[in-house]
């Protein structure tokens, strides 16, 4: 069983450069979302997304866009990567319910701004 | 608004004894409440939820907490710990369904 499935793990960029955070998951939740977990801070959540061509923006969206186009796959894109970009950033899906059922998580990936 | 406070950003404890971490919690409206687990490198793993249901919850691996409401508490709690148990543990609260605030997190040591 998949699961949520984020592509990279690790990468690492430089100021300026854009990419996009790949995840996918098999579960054919509704729900996605995406955060990223800095030391100390626990996780906050950037972008969430209700169904295929839904989305919105969650506590810390500068930076960052989404799409969703299928059910499967929840894309994070950093347009101009910046050095407070530096995070480990964590895909999640949850059944029908939304944010308040609780969230199957990748295993993250782990991106540095130089 | 909500928010959580995790009481201690660092418990150590030895193998066999009694774990608690700590969890208060802000919020307007009747919350949800979970714990998750992270293992090193590893996405979060959901341990238990609360959800007005039972005020004592019991969760995977032994783990259980108890909904405080006049206290605005949801410890994490288990009788015997294990070494398997080392990991950053993550209390949350839910209100709707886009707002979610993650503690800052608390970090278990099991000594042997």
């Known amino acids: 069983n998949a699961g949520v499935t984020q592509t990279p793990k690790f990468q690492v960029l430089k100021t300026g450069q854009s990419m996009t955070l790949q995840c996918a998951q098999d579960m054919n939740h509704e729900y996605m979302s995406w955060y990223r977990q800095d030391p100390g801070m626990g996780l906050r959540l950037i972008h969430y997304s209700v169904g295929a061509g839904i989305t919105d923006q969650g506590e810390v969206p500068n930076g960052y866009n989404v799409s969703r186009s299928t059910t499967e796959d929840f894309p994070l894109r950093l347009l101009s990567a910046a050095p407070s970009q530096t995070s480990v950033y964590f895909c999640?899906?949850?059944?029908?319910?939304?944010?308040?059922?609780?969230?199957?998580f990748g295993d993250g990936t782990r991106l540095s701004i130089l | 608004a909500q928010s959580v406070t995790q009481l201690d950003s660092h418990v150590s404890v030895s193998e066999g004894t009694p774990v608690l971490l700590r969890c208060n919690y802000s919020s307007s409206y009747s919350p949800s409440l979970f714990w998750y687990v992270q293992h090193p490198n590893k996405g979060l793993q959901l341990l238990l939820k609360?959800?007005?249901?039972?005020?004592l919850v019991k969760g995977i691996n032994g783990f259980e907490a108890e909904f405080k409401k006049s206290e605005t508490s949801f410890h994490l709690t288990k009788p015997s710990a294990h070494m398997s148990d080392a990991a950053e543990y993550f209390c949350v609260v839910s209100v709707g369904n886009n707002d979610m605030r993650f503690g800052a997190g608390t970090r278990l040591t099991v000594k042997p």
């Open positions: 999640a899906s949850s059944s029908n319910g939304g944010i308040g059922q609780p969230q199957h």
């Open positions: 609360y959800t007005s249901a039972a005020t």
